[in-house]
T-cell receptor
Framework: TQLLEQSPQFLSIQEGENLTVYCNSS?????LQWYRQEPGEGPVLLVT?????EVKKLKRLTFQFGDARKDSSLHITAAQPGDTGLYLC????????????FGQGTTLQVKP | DTGVSQDPRHKITKRGQNVTFRCDPI?????LYWYRQTLGQGPEFLTY????????KSRLLSDRFSAERPKGSFSTLEIQRTEQGDSAMYLC????????????FGPGTRLTVT
């Protein structure tokens, strides 16, 4: 069974601080996606990482895919209150239908 | 792209009633997925359509749940004889047939069973 574990589950920080969220698995994934979700809304796709060791940047967000494609991280520099939300990592399941296996999410609260 | 839309956004129903949700995917996407999400958790896969064919169903999808995508465009998810445990956010997503399985989600339907 493919599982994705995220840590930490909850993070409360002050504006301007840096943070890292981790997404780990014992299984190899062909790709991993990161989503951000606000209360009462659906997840919004932030990035897809495909190649082991890949690093992608989206403004103040840096995403990395582990060399073995079993883990990923999201680093936010100088967090802002607008970054508040639930961050989800997800990867395709083994059935080749494209269904996504999600981690349980990391709730980030950035205080002004 | 106009994005994935879902209707209704919120539904409150009494236990035992039937409810139906609709999802309109991005027009050129032929893959459509339904997920369920409870508070504080990541979404869980329910079912998958490629065009009009339902190709995979999760064990989470009990006999009270049925989904259709009759013309390969919009999809409906029906829950019969709702139970309080069905209270959740129901999310629809769509994607292209090829590529790294990037899925685009709708805003969800929040179901509350009283």
């Amino acid at each position: 069974t493919q599982l994705l574990e995220q840590s930490p589950q909850f993070l409360s920080i002050q504006e301007g601080e840096n943070l890292t969220v981790y997404c780990n698995s014992s299984s190899v994934f062909s790709s991993l996606q990161w989503y951000r979700q606000e209360p009462g809304e659906g997840p919004v796709l932030l990035v897809t990482v495909v190649t082991g060791g890949e690093v992608k940047k989206l403004k103040r967000l840096t995403f990395q895919f582990g060399d073995a494609r079993k883990d990923s991280s999201l680093h936010i520099t100088a967090a802002q209150p607008g970054d508040t939300g639930l961050y989800l990592c997800a990867g395709p399941g083994s059935s080749n239908t494209g269904k996504l296996i999600f981690g349980q999410g990391t709730t980030l609260q950035v205080k002004p | 792209d106009t994005g994935v839309s879902q209707d209704p956004r919120h539904k409150i129903t009494k236990r035992g009633q039937n409810v139906t949700f609709r999802c309109d995917p991005i027009s050129e996407h032929n893959r459509l997925y339904w997920y369920r999400q409870t508070l504080g958790q990541g979404p869980e896969f329910l079912t998958y359509f490629q065009n009009e064919a339902q190709l995979e169903k999760s064990r989470l999808l009990s006999d009270r749940f049925s989904a259709e995508r009759p013309k390969g465009s919009f999809s409906t998810l029906e829950i019969q004889r709702t139970e309080q445990g069905d209270s959740a956010m129901y999310l629809c997503a769509s994607s292209r047939r090829t590529g790294p399985y990037e899925q685009y989600f709708g805003p969800g339907t929040r179901l509350t069973v009283t």
